[in-house]
């Protein structure tokens, strides 16, 4: 039986929520209903439009948003609806039928960038790729949860592979030059999403066990205090000035006492040799300016 758990997530409109899963729910895509007879491959969004108020139901890789009429508030029925959700999908029932057909048919682009980490390379693309951000450091790893991810490490030069929302950052070993790969890359990433086969899943659970262990980034948590403030400054300036680059900066944890900031830095950023410099120069920098007095130290634990 599926372990798979739902977690609410409120949005800009007040009428609309997300139901957050654990694991993924299709495989790519994402599909909007606006009534019961509008969902015929969707038996989770026909059992929700029984729901009197529920008025949309949009569907994607891990959440699940519903838009409700007035005629209730949020308050008074999410507990019931996420409870729903979430015994509907562990009883291993599926959120949508997805065919060939049922899919969206639209040209696939990739292209490919430099970094300022040398030994790693963007791609990016034009398709949703996931809702969030995974990185695998082996094949062992990726098998798990990833078939993209497997099958990029039978390349024998990839060593890492991060994936991010329209992105997939490669870190590469040093016995080939990127000049001499990447097009062998681009085009396997083009072909591998055209054909609309699996990118995750489901999301990885565990740490990874290798000689370069990567910290695991905390599971969502409603932050607080600094921590919220440290957070939102890292989402709203930071982390899509990294993303350009193909990389990626999470919050780890703030001690109070040693006004100590440890974040994790993923893709591009993991092992960059400038790094460290945009890290003391840029992040904490910031954060210093805009949290006087609150912040001595930014450290990254892995990079």
Request: aromatic share 10%.
């Amino acid at each position: 039986m599926s372990s798979q758990k739902i977690t609410i997530q409120s949005t800009n409109n007040k009428n609309i929520l997300k139901f957050v899963s654990t694991e993924i729910l299709i495989n790519g895509g994402s599909y909007e209903y606006n009534n019961i007879d509008d969902a015929k491959n969707s038996p989770l969004a026909q059992q929700l439009f029984y729901l009197p108020f529920v008025k949309k139901v949009f569907i994607t890789a891990n959440f699940i948003a519903i838009q409700r009429f007035d005629i209730v508030e949020w308050s008074d029925v999410q507990e019931e609806v996420r409870e729903q959700i979430e015994a509907y999908l562990i009883a291993g029932d599926i959120a949508v039928t997805e065919t060939s057909s049922s899919r969206k048919k639209e040209p696939i682009e990739v292209y490919a960038e430099a970094t300022p980490n040398p030994s790693t390379m963007k791609f990016g693309t034009n398709k949703s790729l996931t809702n969030t951000d995974v990185e695998y450091i082996n094949i062992e790893e990726a098998s798990k949860s990833s078939p993209l991810a497997k099958a990029l490490f039978g390349f024998s030069f990839v060593k890492e592979v991060f994936i991010s929302e329209n992105y997939i950052s490669i870190t590469k070993f040093d016995i080939v030059e990127w000049n001499d790969i990447y097009s062998e890359i681009r085009s396997f990433i083009s072909s591998y999403l055209q054909e609309n086969k699996i990118i995750i899943k489901e999301l990885p659970k565990s740490n990874s066990t290798t000689n370069k262990p990567k910290e695991k980034v905390d599971d969502i948590i409603n932050f607080e205090g600094t921590s919220a403030k440290i957070v939102a400054i890292l989402d709203e300036y930071i982390r899509p000035a990294v993303a350009s680059d193909g990389g990626n900066i999470a919050f780890k944890s703030y001690n109070e006492e040693t006004k100590i900031v440890k974040v994790v830095l993923q893709g591009a950023c993991s092992g960059c040799p400038s790094s460290t410099i945009t890290l003391k120069n840029g992040i904490e920098t910031m954060l210093q300016e805009m949290l006087p007095n609150e912040i001595s130290q930014v450290v990254a634990i892995n990079g």
